[in-house]
C-alpha cells in the first residue's frame, strides 16, 4: 500500500473541499481493485488507527452541503474502505448507515429528485452492501433502519425506465443479502411486503415477459415462438433475473413446510410458469445458461407440490416433446439438466440432488410426469446379464448412486426410481436388484415386500420377452441372470464331506465365542474381561 494515509487524513483535517476532493480522488485510483488487505504485522497498529479515522472524517463530510464531485469521491473512499472487515466501526453505527441509507434513496427522508444521480446511490448501495456482508452490527442497523422497505418500494417501480442496470442490481444484491443473514427482514419481505408478488413481477418485467390468462408466458414482440428457439437473454438480464431468483429463493425455502391459501397458491402458480420460461431459456454461453437454470431448479423445488402442474399446462407445438397428450418439454430439460449434473459427478450433494429432488416429487404427484419419466430412466428391461449398475444409461447412473457414500445421495437415487415403480417393492427390485434396494426397504420396513401406500394409477408393468424368458434364473440379490456355479462338494468322499462339516461348525463357534467377548468387553470395560484372554 504505497498511499500514505496521513497526508490523505491531514488534507481531510482542513476541513477544504477542493483539498480532500484532490487527496480522495488520488486515494481512490490507487486503491480501487484492492480487495484484500494482507498487511505487514509492522504496519498494522497504523492501519487500524488511521482506516477508522479517515473513515469519520468522510461520514462528517457526507454530512456538510457538498459539491457533486467531493460527494461522489467521499462514496468511493467509503465504498473501498468497507470492503476491509477488520475496520468497519466507523460504518455500523446508526447514524452512519443512515446517512448512506440517505444517499442511496432507502430512506422516507430521502429528498425525492426527478432526476436522480444514479452514480451516488450506486456508491452508497455498494458500501451498504459490503457492510452487510462483513458485519452483524451493520446488519442489525439495516433491519432497524427498515432498508428493506426502501428497497422493496424502488423494486415497485420494475417497469420505470428511470433506474439503470446498476441501481437495479445493487437494489437486488441488498435484498439478496438481507433476506440470507436476517430472518426477520426475510419474513417481513415474504409476508408484509408481499414478497413473492413483488419479485415475480420483477421477474417478468426483466425478462419482458407477458403472461396470459391460462399461465403460459411469451417474450413480449416473440408471442408465438417456442422459448427454446428465442434469442439469448442478454448478460445484464441473465444477471438482475439470477439476483431475483436467489431472493425468491431465500423467501420460499419453507414454503412447504405450511399450507397455502388459494390466494398464494395463485401467485405462486404464477411464479411457476415463469420459472418454466427461465427453464426453456437461454443466456449468453452454456456456463452462464447452466447457472441460471440451476438458480431456477432451486426455486422450483421450493414451489408447493400442487402449483408444479404449471410446467405441463403450455399446448403441445410443432417441435413440442408430447407425452399422453401432454407437453414434456420442461420435464425433459429438467431430466437433461439433471444427467448433466450426474456425469460430471462434482460435488453431488450440492448439484444433484435439487434437481433429483424435484423429479422425484413431480413424478409422485403428476402421474403423465412419473410415466413420461419412468420411460426414459426405467424403460421396458430387456438387459438381464449386465447387473442394474453396470453400464451408461440412465439407468445404471442412478442405481450406482443407490450405493453412494453420501447418505443423501443415496436416499434421494432410491426414492427417485422407488417412486418411478410407484412404491412396488417386487417392480423396485426388477429394476435394482435386491443388494441396491436393500437400504431403501430397511428403512421402510418392507425388507419382507409388499408395498407402500401411495396414490398411483393402474397401469401395466410391461415385460419384454427377453426378461420373461429369464425371469425364472434371475438372482434377486444381484439382479441379473449369473452362471449355474459348480457344487463345490461334488466329487468328495463320505470322510471329507464330514471333515470339511466339522471346520465350518468349528469356525462358527470361533466366531460366536470372538463377538461374546467383544459384547463384553462394550459393556464391562477391558479390566473386567482380562479372564477371557487368560482361558
Not at 498494522?44 to 463530510?61: A, N
Not at 422493496?152 to 433506474?163: F, G, S
Request: charged share 25%; with cysteine; net charge negative.
Amino acid at each position: 500500500m504505497n498511499m500514505d494515509l496521513s497526508a490523505v487524513i491531514e488534507e481531510m483535517e482542513t476541513g477544504d473541499q477542493d483539498s480532500a476532493l484532490t487527496a480522495l480522488q488520488s486515494y481512490n485510483k490507487q486503491m480501487n481493485q484492492c480487495f484484500t488487505f494482507n498487511r505487514d504485522e509492522q504496519k498494522d497498529r497504523e492501519v487500524f488507527i488511521t482506516f477508522p479515522h479517515l473513515g469519520e472524517l468522510v461520514l462528517g463530510f457526507l454530512n456538510r452541503e457538498l459539491q457533486p464531485s467531493c460527494l461522489l469521491a467521499c462514496l468511493e473512499t467509503v465504498r473501498i474502505l468497507s470492503r476491509d472487515k477488520n475496520c468497519l466501526d466507523p460504518f455500523t453505527n446508526q447514524f452512519a448507515m443512515s446517512t448512506l441509507a440517505r444517499y442511496a434513496m432507502l430512506k422516507e427522508s430521502s429528498p425525492p429528485s426527478e432526476n436522480p444521480d444514479q452514480e451516488v446511490i450506486v456508491e452508497a448501495l455498494k458500501s451498504i452492501c459490503n457492510i452487510l456482508l462483513h458485519n452483524e452490527t451493520g446488519q442489525m442497523v439495516a433491519a432497524d433502519l427498515q432498508l428493506i422497505k426502501g428497497v422493496a418500494e424502488r423494486l415497485k417501480q420494475c417497469h420505470d425506465p428511470t433506474w439503470n442496470y446498476e441501481v437495479r442490481f445493487f437494489d437486488l444484491r441488498l435484498t439478496f443479502l438481507l433476506t440470507a443473514l436476517r430472518v426477520d427482514v426475510r419474513a417481513q419481505l415474504a409476508q408484509e411486503l408481499h414478497g413473492v408478488s413483488l419479485l415475480g413481477n420483477h421477474l417478468e418485467a426483466t425478462l419482458g415477459l407477458c403472461c396470459s390468462g391460462t399461465l403460459e408466458t411469451a417474450r413480449a414482440g416473440f408471442e408465438g415462438i417456442p422459448t427454446e428457439e428465442l434469442p439469448p437473454l442478454s448478460r445484464q438480464q441473465t444477471e438482475l433475473a439470477m439476483e431475483i431468483l436467489k431472493i425468491l429463493f431465500n423467501i420460499t425455502f419453507d414454503i412447504n413446510r405450511r399450507k397455502v391459501d388459494e390466494e398464494e397458491a395463485a401467485v405462486y402458480r404464477h411464479l411457476g410458469a415463469i420459472l418454466r420460461h427461465c427453464l426453456m431459456s437461454h443466456a449468453d454461453g452454456e456456463e452462464r445458461t447452466e447457472e441460471f437454470h440451476s438458480h431456477t431448479v432451486n426455486l422450483l423445488g421450493n414451489l408447493p407440490l400442487p402449483c408444479l402442474d404449471v410446467l405441463l399446462l403450455p399446448k403441445v407445438q410443432q417441435g413440442s416433446i408430447e407425452y399422453m397428450g401432454v407437453n414434456m418439454d420442461a420435464v425433459n430439460m429438467l431430466l437433461k439438466f439433471m444427467e448433466k449434473r450426474l456425469d460430471r459427478g462434482h460435488k453431488l450433494k450440492e448439484t444433484l440432488l435439487p434437481s433429483l429432488n424435484l423429479l422425484t416429487e413431480s413424478a409422485r404427484i403428476h402421474r403423465e410426469t412419473r410415466k413420461f419419466l419412468r420411460s426414459k430412466v426405467l424403460p421396458p428391461l430387456r438387459d438381464v446379464k449386465n447387473r442394474p449398475e453396470v453400464g451408461n444409461t440412465l439407468r445404471n447412473k442412478i442405481v450406482r448412486l443407490m450405493t453412494h457414500i453420501d447418505t443423501d445421495v443415496k436416499d434421494c437415487a432410491a426414492e427417485f426410481l422407488f417412486v418411478l415403480c410407484k412404491e412396488s417393492v417386487s417392480r423396485f427390485i426388477k429394476y435394482t436388484g435386491y443388494g441396491n434396494a436393500a437400504g431403501l426397504l430397511a428403512a421402510r420396513g418392507l425388507l419382507r415386500g409388499g408395498k407402500d401406500p401411495g396414490i398411483y394409477s393402474e397401469d401395466e408393468d410391461s415385460e419384454t420377452e427377453e426378461y420373461r424368458e429369464a425371469k425364472a434364473q434371475i438372482n434377486p440379490i444381484t439382479g441379473v441372470v449369473e452362471e449355474e456355479q459348480p457344487n463345490p462338494m461334488e466329487g468328495m468322499t463320505e470322510e471329507q464331506k464330514e471333515y470339511e462339516a466339522m471346520k465350518l461348525v468349528n469356525m462358527f463357534d470361533k466366531l460366536s465365542r470372538s463377538i461374546k467377548a467383544h459384547t463384553k468387553i462394550e459393556l464391562f470395560g477391558c479390566h473386567n474381561t482380562h479372564h477371557i484372554w487368560r482361558a
